[in-house]
Nanobody
Framework: QVQLVESGGGLVQAGDSLRLSCAAS????????IGWFRQAPGKEREFVGV????????YYADSVKGRFTISRDNAKNTVYLQMNSLKPEDTAVYYC????????????????????WGQGTQVTVSS
């Protein structure tokens, strides 16, 4: 079983950048696809993006495409979410999640595809 810990959240202004990290322990992260989700107050958890085991494939939600980039360093057992041109509507708690399956974006965007979740990190973007 892998354990995940997110870090890197904070308070930024619109247009700024942040890089979130998802550090894995307990099992090598290279075995898992790693997804990023976010949840704003009063809203359901929504898909942000996902990266495949080897890092060769990624999917992104339309709302972040072109602004966010997911990368992974399996040697460091860490996955990153680089967020550029942040907007107030990006404000949410961001979670990373690990899953053993890979499929089409419709599958990878489902919360139920993932087996393990981190505790989340708050990102607040002021206007």
């Amino acid at each position: 079983q892998v354990q995940l810990v997110e870090s890197g959240g904070g308070l930024v202004q619109a247009g700024d950048s942040l890089r979130l990290s998802c550090a894995a322990s307990g099992r090598t992260v290279s075995s898992y696809a790693i997804g990023w989700f976010r949840q704003a107050p009063g809203k359901e958890r929504e898909f942000v993006g996902v990266i495949s085991w080897g890092g060769g494939r990624t999917y992104y939600a339309d709302s972040v495409k072109g602004r966010f980039t997911i990368s992974r360093d399996n040697a460091k057992n860490t996955v990153y979410l680089q967020m550029n041109s942040l907007k107030p509507e990006d404000t949410a708690v961001y979670y990373c999640a690990a899953g053993l399956q890979w499929g089409i974006i419709a599958a990878m965007s489902r919360v139920t595809t993932y087996d393990t979740w981190g505790q989340g990190t708050q990102v607040t973007v002021s206007s």
